[in-house]
């Protein structure tokens, strides 16, 4: 007995509000509803209640008697472009943690809290197990540490009432007075140096990376008996992405 392939289900709503949606998009100034009815095919009744539901969504926006595109659809057309820049950066980072024979991080300081947006390492060099949340353990590893030595004084202290200095190694820094002594004493763009303080076994440096108002990092580690291998890496790590700046070819926006 033969069978039949079903015929996909579809969604008439949907497909005449993207309709509209591509029909307003063709217009850079925005369009009437009516000429929107006009160049989509539907009835102009249809055509005000999806624009009235797509207006209430965030999707268009009425200005001035014409619809055009809301916020909610340029992040949606935007998605592309951050899936791209973070491409970039995976990327970079294998590129960075073959040449130097490294473990490759890359944070971001993001609405209050910590982001590790990538990671790149080798079962040779293997990154270090996130074995207590890096968001709630700033204080305790490099990339936190210059996160937070980029904040103003404000914001560095609503992050640490939120996630208290709490030891999670005999190494990790002693207290909160210990902590704002160490980020205070950082020179500008120098690496911040952390030494079994998240890991036993393990040494990591991190570099600041600003770029407007978001404060992001990049980081390297090493098991200890290879710390003499750390400075050495992390400047090769610097001028790396000095280069990339200047080439405009790297985004820390996504």
């Not at 939120?162 to 950082?186: C, D, Q, S």
Request: charge should be negative.
């Amino acid at each position: 007995m033969a069978t039949q392939t079903a015929a996909p289900t579809l969604i008439g709503s949907v497909q005449r509000a993207l309709r509209l949606l591509e029909a307003v998009s063709s217009h850079a100034e925005g369009a009437p509803a009516k000429q929107l009815a006009r160049e989509t095919g539907l009835p102009l009744p249809t055509t005000y209640h999806l624009l009235r539901t797509l207006t209430h969504e965030g999707y268009l926006v009425r200005e001035k008697g014409v619809f055009v595109l809301g916020d909610a659809a340029v992040r949606l057309a935007g998605g592309g472009d951050v899936q791209n820049r973070r491409i970039k950066i995976e990327d970079s980072l294998a590129r960075w943690r073959d040449a130097i024979g490294v473990p490759v991080y890359f944070a971001l300081y993001r609405e209050g809290e910590i982001e590790l947006v990538a990671v790149a390492d080798t079962p040779s060099a293997p990154a270090v197990e996130e074995w207590a949340d890096f968001r709630e353990t700033g204080h305790a590893h490099a990339i936190g540490q210059c996160l937070l030595s980029q904040l103003d004084l404000k914001s560095r202290q609503d992050h640490l009432d939120r996630h208290p200095v709490e030891a999670i190694t005999p190494y990790t820094v002693r207290n909160h007075r210990a902590l704002l002594e160490r980020l205070g004493g950082l020179g500008r763009m120098e690496p911040l140096v952390e030494r079994q303080e998240y890991a036993l076994g393990t040494v990591c440096a991190a570099i600041p990376i600003t770029a407007g108002s978001t404060a992001a990092a990049m980081a390297i580690s090493l098991p200890l008996h290879q710390e003499e291998r750390l400075l050495p890496a992390v400047e090769r790590l610097r001028t790396e992405i000095g280069r990339l700046f200047s080439s405009l070819a790297f985004s820390i926006s996504i």
